[in-house]
């Protein structure tokens, strides 16, 4: 029975993302997966995510963009690569792995890490890695062909993560309302501190008249 499938392979040598790539379009040319789409990622030093634009035959000449992550690509991989490099992929690797395992309510023992979390502590600063979405009949074809490159896949079903991509929309907007609500309360602490001060000091001027 054929799975969908999110993979992703991290690998320390950027060529080997590339060929990677080139792989699963030999594997779905011979009819052996179907690749929806694929997209090669890197994690720079400071923790910002780019993206290889352009065909997989082309990648190792194509653009790096930290802009509008994941464009290129469309789709759940457009989807997925935005929300790890945007500001929640940042966060993926502390409380918010928690909280998306709760949304989506999760096993108690899945509840440790989101698979987005998960996504997000593979992609090291320094690293290269592919990303992609496959139909397969069997794991095994992919898996082999990334062990000749020296290549772990991680695999998750399509639903699975498509689940977590709303929980992740739901837990942006949630802490936003509480920001936009935490900075009304502070705006609102500092106006009345600034009136309590004017009269205060008007206080102060007529008791000394």
Request: aromatic share 2%.
């Amino acid at each position: 029975m054929a799975e969908e499938n999110v993979i992703l392979v991290t690998f320390e040598e950027e060529s080997k993302a590339y060929q990677a790539a080139n792989v699963l379009k030999e594997a779905n040319a011979d009819g052996r997966i179907t690749l929806h789409a694929v997209a090669v990622l890197q994690r720079m030093e400071d923790g910002a995510l780019r993206v290889k634009e352009g065909e997989a035959d082309a990648f190792p000449v194509a653009t790096w963009t930290t802009g509008a992550v994941g464009a290129a690509t469309g789709g759940l991989i457009g989807l997925t690569l935005g929300t790890l490099g945007g500001p929640l992929g940042v966060l993926l690797g502390g409380a918010w792995g928690m909280l998306l395992g709760s949304l989506v309510d999760l096993d108690a023992a899945e509840e440790e890490e989101s698979i987005l979390a998960t996504m997000a502590r593979a992609i090291q600063p320094g690293s290269t890695a592919l990303i992609a979405q496959v139909t397969e009949t069997a794991t095994e074809v992919v898996d082999a062909e990334i062990e000749h490159l020296g290549g772990v896949v991680m695999r998750r079903p399509v639903a699975e993560v498509e689940a977590e991509l709303a929980a992740a929309e739901e837990a942006t907007r949630a802490a936003e309302k509480e920001a936009r609500r935490k900075l009304r309360e502070e705006r609102k602490a500092e106006v009345k501190g600034k009136v309590q001060q004017k009269l205060d000091q008007l206080k102060a001027k007529v008791s000394g008249g």
